[in-house]
């Protein structure tokens, strides 16, 4: 088990902002989860112990939006996120922690541009095939590593201004199946570790709570004002990953 005492209270918040962003609400912030834990412990840990618990918050929450999702961009998405997926495995092994923290960093300083510079942006795109396998296979790349497949995701989908409901239950059923599609490689490439399975055994009860925040808070918080909030801590922790990766 992690003996670092910043090590619990860190996975403890990382956990619930994913939950929250997964029911709902933070748009696709769950991109926080490993730069947060990356503070305290090596990035490849910090994914192998969230995968586990990705995958309960994403049966958690496919059930609510069963019934909420655009066909044609899951049809374009995941062949292409697959492909991306099985290129990053292979890369995996020669990538330093360091690699990591820098990739890590710059995504997350990446993804808050974005945020501002979309709500600039009001122009509606239509599902297409050339963005679609694009971004789907940035994505799988991106999830593999660092479960940060969101960004990609959200950068395809939301100039298509889909119905909220239809919008989250893409992402859903999308990062649901992309998730067990990881497990294969992780475990081929030892990630799932005796110790890294404890701890996200141990961690496995905060998934529920996480996904209950969520959907409370999605009518009772101010959203712009979490958002706010949130990316810019996104922001500082992309700072401090980027200026970590480089000295490493």
């Known amino acids: 088990m992690i003996q670092t005492t910043l090590f619990y209270p860190i996975a403890i918040l990382a956990i619930l902002i994913v939950g929250i962003s997964k029911s709902g609400f933070g748009g696709g912030l769950g991109v926080l989860a490993v730069?947060?834990?990356?503070?305290?412990?090596?990035?490849?840990?910090?994914?192998?112990?969230?995968?586990?618990?990705?995958?309960?918050?994403?049966?958690?929450?496919?059930?609510?939006?069963?019934?909420?999702?655009?066909?044609?961009?899951?049809?374009?998405?995941?062949?292409?996120?697959?492909?991306?997926?099985?290129?990053?495995?292979?890369?995996?092994?020669?990538?330093?922690?360091?690699?990591?923290?820098?990739?890590?960093?710059?995504?997350?300083?990446?993804?808050?541009?974005?945020y501002f510079l979309k709500r600039q942006n009001t122009r509606s795109h239509a599902a297409d095939i050339p963005r679609g396998l694009l971004w789907g296979s940035i994505a799988g790349f991106t999830s593999f590593g660092v479960h940060a497949g969101g960004p990609p995701v959200n950068i395809y989908l939301l100039p298509q201004q889909l119905n909220k409901s239809i919008f989250v239950g893409t992402t859903?059923?999308?990062?649901?199946?992309?998730?067990?599609?990881?497990?294969?490689?992780?475990?081929?490439?030892?990630?799932?570790?005796?110790?890294?399975?404890?701890?996200?055994?141990?961690?496995?009860?905060?998934?529920?709570?996480?996904?209950?925040?969520?959907?409370k808070l999605h009518h009772r918080v101010n959203e712009k004002l979490f958002y706010n909030l949130?990316?810019?801590?996104?922001?500082?922790t992309g700072i401090k990953l980027l200026i970590d990766g480089i000295r490493g």
């Open 172 to 215: 859903v059923l999308f990062f649901t199946i992309i998730n067990l599609v990881k497990v294969v490689p992780y475990a081929l490439l030892g990630q799932f570790s005796t110790g890294n399975l404890l701890i996200s055994l141990f961690l496995a009860p905060l998934t529920p709570l996480g996904v209950l925040l969520g959907v």
């Open 230 to 236: 949130c990316y810019l801590f996104l922001f500082i």
């Open 35 to 114: 730069p947060l834990m990356s503070l305290v412990i090596p990035p490849p840990q910090a994914a192998a112990i969230l995968l586990p618990l990705l995958i309960l918050m994403d049966w958690f929450t496919v059930w609510h939006y069963r019934k909420s999702w655009d066909r044609r961009n899951l049809i374009i998405l995941l062949p292409a996120a697959i492909v991306g997926i099985f290129l990053a495995s292979l890369f995996f092994r020669y990538l330093t922690d360091a690699h990591i923290r820098i990739l890590v960093g710059v995504l997350a300083i990446l993804f808050v541009a974005i």
